[in-house]
């Protein structure tokens, strides 16, 4: 069992004081048999009020309503959490789905269907033209075999950049471009998946890793893909591995762009746009 520590500020400062509009906050993990969380705190400034939801998918929600106008926004999540997960390759797909291409069972579809629908139809041939040069899709290949080797190429084919801006780089920019951030990387492989007729979903949380590197310091998104037998597995194309302990989800989603930490609006003068601060720190303790 590894204990870890997540602090995660994010701050904007404005030119103005500024009404702001209610705010999303996707920061607590999800909890299960490998996540416990000990505790969890929220401090945000200006005076709010906050109220805690689950989602359609189970995702830990936090909507907070701001009382008065303010030139600065800060808020701080600091959550203590268990970590289990010390072996993830400890698992066993059903007999029927060891090798694909397999089809799910009958009675799953209707559940697992939101996950088959591509997100971006249009760069359905740009994808499957990939995957057939990867030699990718082709019959008598171990499910397991197929996925590893989809992840550990995108990290291996494509240069990781860290990008500050919103938003999610279509598959087919990441594939023209050959590069991304990476919720990119994880939108690209969730993509192949689904082409793929492997039911696969997109994952946002946190990454504990050496501070060598670049990613270690902020948010993180990978992706899962539901095998028969274990249920939904997690494979980090950025660092082309299954996730483990040093994976902390916290929100889960069929569209990658569904589950910012943070979303919301103001209302103020036309000025220039807010500086914006995000500081996350996962410490093992």
Same mark, same amino acid.
């Given at each position: 069992?590894?204990?870890?520590?997540?602090? =995660?500020?994010?701050?904007?400062?404005?030119?103005?004081?500024v009404t702001l509009h209610p705010h999303t906050l996707r920061l607590r993990p999800r909890?299960?048999?490998?996540?416990?969380?000990?505790?969890?705190?929220?401090?945000?400034?200006?005076? =709010?009020?906050?109220?805690?939801?689950?989602?359609?998918?189970?995702?830990?929600?936090?909507?907070?309503?701001?009382?008065?106008?303010?030139?600065?926004?800060?808020?701080?999540?600091?959550?203590?959490?268990?970590?289990?997960?010390?072996?993830?390759?400890?698992?066993?797909?059903?007999?029927?789905?060891?090798?694909?291409?397999?089809?799910?069972?009958?009675?799953?579809?209707?559940?697992?269907?939101?996950?088959?629908? @591509?997100?971006?139809?249009?760069?359905?041939?740009?994808?499957?033209?990939?995957?057939?040069?990867?030699?990718?899709?082709?019959?008598?290949?171990?499910?397991?075999?197929? @996925?590893?080797?989809?992840?550990?190429?995108?990290?291996?084919?494509?240069?990781?950049?860290?990008?500050?801006?919103?938003?999610?780089?279509?598959?087919?920019?990441?594939?023209?471009?050959?590069?991304?951030?990476?919720?990119?990387?994880?939108?690209?492989?969730?993509?192949?998946?689904?082409?793929?007729?492997?039911?696969?979903?997109?994952?946002?949380?946190?990454?504990?890793?050496?501070?060598?590197?670049?990613?270690?310091?902020?948010?993180?998104?990978?992706?899962?893909?539901?095998?028969?037998?274990?249920?939904?597995?997690?494979?980090?194309?950025?660092?082309?591995?299954?996730?483990?302990?040093?994976?902390?989800?916290?929100?889960?989603?069929?569209?990658?762009?569904?589950?910012?930490?943070?979303?919301?609006?103001?209302?103020?003068?036309?000025?220039?746009?807010?500086?914006?601060?995000?500081?996350?720190?996962?410490?093992?303790?």
């Amino acid at each position: 069992m590894r204990r870890l520590k997540i602090t =995660h500020l994010t701050e904007y400062r404005y030119s103005v004081p500024v009404t702001l509009h209610p705010h999303t906050l996707r920061l607590r993990p999800r909890e299960g048999p490998e996540v416990h969380i000990e505790s969890s705190a929220l401090t945000i400034f200006p005076a =709010h009020r906050v109220k805690w939801h689950r989602d359609v998918l189970d995702n830990a929600v936090a909507v907070v309503e701001f009382l008065e106008a303010a030139q600065t926004l800060s808020i701080t999540s600091e959550v203590v959490i268990q970590h289990y997960l010390e072996n993830p390759l400890d698992f066993l797909v059903a007999d029927y789905a060891v090798n694909y291409p397999f089809h799910y069972a009958p009675q799953d579809l209707p559940d697992l269907t939101p996950y088959l629908q @591509l997100v971006y139809p249009e760069d359905q041939g740009a994808i499957r033209s990939w995957l057939d040069q990867l030699g990718l899709g082709s019959p008598a290949m171990q499910t397991y075999a197929l @996925l590893d080797r989809l992840s550990k190429t995108i990290a291996s084919q494509f240069a990781y950049t860290l990008r500050e801006e919103m938003g999610v780089q279509s598959p087919a920019q990441t594939l023209a471009w050959g590069r991304g951030s990476c919720r990119d990387f994880a939108a690209l492989f969730v993509a192949a998946c689904r082409c793929l007729g492997l039911a696969s979903r997109f994952v946002s949380g946190y990454g504990h890793l050496p501070h060598s590197e670049q990613w270690s310091t902020t948010t993180h998104a990978w992706a899962e893909v539901y095998l028969p037998g274990p249920g939904w597995k997690g494979f980090d194309p950025t660092g082309g591995e299954v996730t483990g302990s040093r994976h902390i989800p916290v929100a889960v989603a069929r569209r990658p762009e569904a589950v910012p930490p943070v979303a919301g609006s103001f209302f103020g003068m036309t000025g220039p746009p807010p500086a914006l601060i995000v500081d996350v720190r996962v410490v093992a303790f």
